[in-house]
């Protein structure tokens, strides 16, 4: 009765006029209030208002100074299931909360209903600690610190601890603060996947799982980037998509494992929304089912069906560390960018097939939807045949799992009310698959798929030409899934194929595919293949002549050569060589994986005369590097480019957490068997948006259209005549075994010519180096350099440069080997444990040996051999960023003794200026 009269509270607070005045008029001063972090009484009034007025909880069930059962504290405010700890200053009191916060929960969770979580909170007003128990153990799971120029965000991230009515309206940033990496709902679900993890975490059908998805990544980063703690990230996240996708539906959420497989999808008619596939792991730990569930439970706050935009993409970018996601790439294409590129790139939606060849979290594939919803209902087509067009035209690939899983409960929500008028079988067209299909290797007059089997059994081979008919591959399916169950012999599987249909070779290779599964399945690594084979197989499908695309669309991967592995780098290397785009010499390191998707992408998924619409690095528009793309020179396939945006002076686009652009962009529209230079013109779009994500609406504000001439393309021949007197500072790699500090000695102190030093450990390290233990020891003084970063430099002044170790003697690179031969044993010490961590951990070539030594790796391009020669006057300037920033440095801040002045990566210096007048002691 309690809670019923509490949810009728709140939804009159919510749609009355007395709430909207109160959210409008007090909410904004109660914020600013709580960030001044007011005295105790004072902030307990603003949490009691915000409480009533906010959440509709009655004066009566508000305890404040509860005291514990056992008289050992009293807890500030209570309210149901939440204790809430009021404090003066949570930057020196955190600790306090630490200790307290378990007797609290623990009295509390005495009184509350089952199955109800109790959560503590904790607050100074400015900061908002929430924590819970697990197992009797304190855990955090979120942190708030108030925002006075948004309000409301407070209430949102609140919400799901305490608002006890469906009514959140599921805009981006709603949907990322309620599920987002500071909120309640991933800090309690992230401790849980921990424990589960370390229960299951070795069992086999678990650990293939975990393998599998750990080489799909790969293949889209081009590295290794899969850790426990991301594959935890995204259980928890595909766990969430696949609630959503069943309230899209309305649909009770009884058995998580029908959820999490797609059986309470597939009982109504929606197959390949949702699927059994590597984040199903949790129901094989005790607790796992409760964990489904609660999360499930979380979705049910949002309308789902009012979504105007793609929400999940904010949600993915939310959940990752922002260094993490600088690393990754992870940055998504703003709505309104991909509606306008939808409008241009497809003028007959009703008629023209989409694919996205990349799709991410399935934003080209919402407004591509939307825009084909809009024309049918204009054309006053019913709407069960519009929600049938949808599924015959618009179709998704993309190797990431997790954004297979967002694209796919993105399409389904596009649909809106019309997922009411779906036919009896409505299949989701969004495909986990390898789009450039490095996979498919030539077989003599035709070809296979091979299928990785990690760690090291041999790839699963399935016959390209069967692939490409789907009929015939999902009989053959059948058939290996009915051999499985029945433990079939493969010359039964074998002939039962052959019988379908296939080829006499064809049949005979699944014959051998299906002997391995059945290895496989005795060793119990089985449940996923069905999963995978289905999946990784469809782009050979859609690249048949029958199923290519009228339009090739979206925002394909910018990952540069010199980041990838270094069997991607081959790999690249070759694919970009058999379409007549490698460059190679000194741009080999700019080349980019995007220049392949548009190549690839239009000889295999393009129709002839079909139109690809791209999102691309701006130098796209005139890089050397892409000058094969723009000038038709292509092998293999013919692109013209027909038309090109350039967004260089629209601001943010990608990026925008970190304050600035990540890079600047550009689109760039092509069409297939058609030459031609570019266009002797391009359109340029100029604006500053409110914010990254910003609506169509507000995008048409702000951003200016004009005409302008087609930029020129950069070349190597016209350069600066002062080009000769620069170069790039020394590529000090692996930061912590060249940046040092100085390490604590003990009584008998340091030597004065060999300190004790350790290396330094930053923000800037990058993998795999950040889990490297940093070399620690005495070094000769004589190698101790004074060194300049980009972090050195500021308008007008030379910052605090960094201490460092160079073993550079005499204008020669040491090694750990000549350094000892020339009696540095210091140095030669410290060299032969970073040679030794250099060779465990560099990038390997074909043969297993690293690609580079380290004393190579730190005198790249002889940049660091270069600077030994003294100078009285130095120009500096940094690598890259908004505001390029110089220095003139002269005299003893440039001879540092007794070598003088070393400079980094990021800056580029000038050296031996002949002359300078005396007041220009410092430049920029």
């Given at each position: 009765?309690?809670?019923r009269m509490?949810?009728?509270?709140y ?8 709430a909207?005045?109160?959210?409008g008029?007090r ?17 307990r ?7 009533r007025?906010?959440?509709?909880a009655a ?14 504290g009293r807890?500030?405010?209570a ?8 404090k ?5 009191e ?5 200790a307290?916060?378990p007797?609290?929960?623990a ?11 109790t ?7 400015a ?10 153990r ?11 120029d948004?309000p409301?965000?407070?209430l949102t ?6 608002s006890?009515?469906?009514e ?17 709902a ?17 069992h086999?059908?678990?650990?293939l799982?975990?393998n ?6 790969r293949q ?11 594959f935890?990230?995204?259980?928890y996240l595909?766990i ?11 649909l009770?959420?009884?058995d998580?494992?029908e959820m999490?497989s797609g ?9 390949g929304?949702?699927e059994a ?5 949790p129901?094989?730990?005790?607790g ?11 979705t049910?706050?949002?309308?789902l069906r009012?979504v105007?935009?793609d929400v ?9 560390d922002p ?12 709505d309104w960018?991909?509606?306008r590129?939808?409008t ?8 023209q097939?989409?694919?996205d060849?990349?799709?991410?979290s399935?934003?080209?594939?919402f407004h591509a ?12 087509v ?14 998704g ?10 694209a796919?409960v993105t399409?389904?929500?596009?649909l809106?009310?019309?997922?009411q008028?779906?036919p ?12 450039m ?8 007059a ?5 299928v ?6 041999p ?15 999902e009989?053959?399916?059948d058939?290996?899934?009915?051999g499985?169950?029945t433990l079939?012999?493969p ?6 194929i052959a019988?379908?249909?296939a080829?006499t070779?064809?049949?005979a ?5 299906f ?5 496989l399945y ?8 069905t999963?995978i084979l289905?999946?990784?197989?469809r ?10 695309a ?7 991967p910018w ?5 990838l592995?270094a ?12 379409y007549?785009?490698?460059v190679?010499?000194s ?6 994986m995007?220049?392949l998707?548009w190549?690839?992408?239009a ?9 690809l ?6 130098a796209?528009l005139?890089?050397?590097v ?6 038709g020179?292509?092998?293999?396939v ?16 990608f990026g925008?957490q970190?304050?600035s652009?990540?890079?600047s962009?550009?689109?760039l ?19 500053v ?14 951003l ?6 087609w930029?020129?393309?950069?070349t190597?021949?016209?350069a600066?005549p ?6 790039n ?12 500090e100085?390490a ?5 102190q340091?030597r004065?010519d060999?300190?004790?030093l ?9 993998r795999p ?33 960094v201490?460092?170790v160079?073993?550079?003697e ?14 540095h ?10 040679e030794?961590?250099w ?6 070539g ?12 730190l ?10 020669a003294?100078?009285?006057?130095r ?5 890259a ?15 540092y003794?007794?070598?003088?002045l ?8 000038r ?10 002691e410092?430049?920029?």
């Amino acid at each position: 009765m309690l809670s019923r009269m509490r949810r009728q509270r709140y939804s009159l607070k919510r749609e009355g006029k007395v709430a909207n005045s109160w959210r409008g008029d007090r909410l904004p001063d109660i914020v600013r209030s709580m960030a001044s972090r007011p005295r105790h009484e004072a902030l307990r009034g603003l949490i009691t208002e915000l409480l009533r007025e906010g959440f509709g909880a009655a004066f009566s069930e508000l305890e404040h100074e509860r005291y514990l059962v056992d008289n050992s504290g009293r807890i500030d405010v209570a309210w149901g299931a939440t204790v809430i700890e009021l404090k003066s200053d949570l930057r020196r009191e955190e600790r306090d909360v630490v200790a307290r916060m378990p007797d609290y929960l623990a009295d509390a969770s005495r009184g509350s209903a089952p199955g109800r979580t109790t959560v503590g909170l904790a607050t100074d007003g400015a900061t908002l600690l929430a924590y819970t128990l697990d197992l009797g153990r304190l855990t955090s799971i979120g942190r708030y610190d108030v925002d006075v120029d948004h309000p409301e965000r407070l209430l949102t991230w609140l919400e799901p601890l305490l608002s006890p009515v469906p009514e959140v309206m599921p805009t981006p940033i709603a949907v990322a603060l309620a599920f987002g990496r500071y909120s309640l709902a991933f800090g309690r679900a992230h401790a849980q996947l921990q424990r589960l993890w370390s229960e299951v975490g070795d069992h086999p059908e678990v650990r293939l799982k975990r393998n599998l998805w750990d080489g799909l990544l790969r293949q889209v980063y081009g590295d290794d980037v899969g850790s426990d703690a991301l594959f935890l990230q995204h259980t928890y996240l595909t766990i969430l998509v696949k609630a959503i996708a069943a309230r899209v539906l309305d649909l009770e959420i009884g058995d998580p494992a029908e959820m999490l497989s797609g059986r309470l999808l597939a009982n109504e008619g929606i197959v390949g929304a949702v699927e059994a596939d590597f984040f199903d792991w949790p129901l094989l730990a005790t607790g796992g089912d409760d964990l489904v569930r609660s999360l499930a439970a979380e979705t049910i706050r949002f309308r789902l069906r009012d979504v105007k935009v793609d929400v999940l993409k904010s949600l993915y970018e939310s959940l990752i560390d922002p260094d993490e996601r600088h690393d990754l790439g992870e940055y998504y294409t703003p709505d309104w960018l991909a509606a306008r590129v939808v409008t241009a790139a497809i003028p007959r939606p009703l008629e023209q097939r989409v694919l996205d060849p990349s799709c991410g979290s399935g934003t080209f594939l919402f407004h591509a939807l939307r825009r084909l919803i809009e024309a049918g209902r204009q054309a006053g087509v019913p709407p069960a045949e519009i929600v049938e067009t949808c599924a015959d035209r618009v179709f998704g690939i993309d190797v990431h799992p997790v954004a297979v899983a967002l694209a796919r409960v993105t399409w389904l929500l596009a649909l809106g009310d019309l997922v009411q008028d779906r036919p009896p079988t409505l299949s989701v067209p969004v495909y986990m698959g390898d789009s450039m299909q490095w996979n498919l290797r030539p077989l003599g007059a035709s070809a296979e798929v091979l299928v990785d089997v990690p760690p090291n059994d041999p790839p699963l081979r399935i016959p390209a030409g069967l692939a490409s008919d789907q009929h015939l591959f999902e009989r053959a399916l059948d058939e290996l899934n009915r051999g499985l169950d029945t433990l079939a012999e493969p010359e039964a599987i074998r002939h039962a194929i052959a019988l379908a249909g296939a080829t006499t070779e064809d049949a005979a290779m699944l014959g051998q595919t299906f002997a391995q599964l059945k290895e496989l399945y005795l060793d119990g690594r089985n449940h996923i293949w069905t999963f995978i084979l289905r999946n990784l197989l469809r782009p050979v499908w859609l690249s048949h002549p029958d199923h290519r695309a009228d339009v090739l669309i979206g925002n394909p991967p910018w990952i540069v050569y010199r980041h990838l592995s270094a069997d991607m780098k081959d790999r690249l290397r070759e694919a970009l060589r058999s379409y007549n785009l490698w460059v190679g010499g000194s741009l080999a390191t700019q080349q980019d994986m995007c220049a392949l998707f548009w190549a690839r992408g239009a000889e295999r998924y393009l129709r002839d005369g079909g139109v690809l619409a791209l999102v691309l690095p701006y130098a796209a528009l005139n890089a050397p590097v892409f000058a094969g793309m723009r000038d038709g020179g292509m092998e293999r396939v013919r692109v013209a480019i027909i038309g090109g945006w350039g967004l260089e002076r629209v601001w943010p686009i990608f990026g925008a957490q970190s304050g600035s652009s990540t890079t600047s962009t550009c689109v760039l529209f092509g069409e297939r068997d058609r030459a031609g230079p570019p266009p002797a013109e391009f359109d340029r779009w100029v604006g500053v948006l409110p914010r990254r994500d910003a609506s169509e609406a507000e995008a048409a504000e702000v951003l200016a259209h004009m005409r302008a001439a087609w930029p020129r393309p950069r070349t190597l021949l016209a350069a600066s005549p002062y080009r000769t007197r620069f170069r790039n500072g020394a590529s000090l790699f692996p930061r912590r075994f060249v940046l040092v500090e100085y390490a604590a000695a003990g009584r008998l102190q340091s030597r004065r010519d060999a300190p004790r030093l350790r290396g330094r450990v930053g923000s800037l390290d990058k993998r795999p180096w950040t889990g490297v233990e940093p070399p620690e020891g005495p070094v000769e003084r004589i190698f101790v350099r004074r060194i300049a970063l980009g972090e050195s430099v500021a308008p007008y002044r030379l910052l605090d440069l960094v201490t460092g170790v160079v073993p550079m003697e005499s204008g020669a690179i040491l090694t750990a080997a000549s350094a000892d031969a020339r009696g540095h044993r210091g140095l030669a010490a410290w060299l032969r444990d970073a040679e030794t961590k250099w060779n465990e951990h560099s990038n390997k070539g074909v043969d297993g040996a690293p690609r580079m030594t380290l004393t190579r790796s730190l005198n790249h391009l002889q940049k660091l051999v270069a600077q030994a020669a003294r100078s009285p006057i130095r120009v500096l300037y940094t690598k890259a960023g908004n505001a390029i920033e110089r220095v003139l440095a002269r005299g003893r801040r440039c001879d540092y003794r007794p070598q003088g002045l070393l400079v980094g990566r990021q800056l580029t210096r000038r050296s031996r200026v002949r002359c300078c007048r005396p007041e220009h002691e410092y430049c920029a």
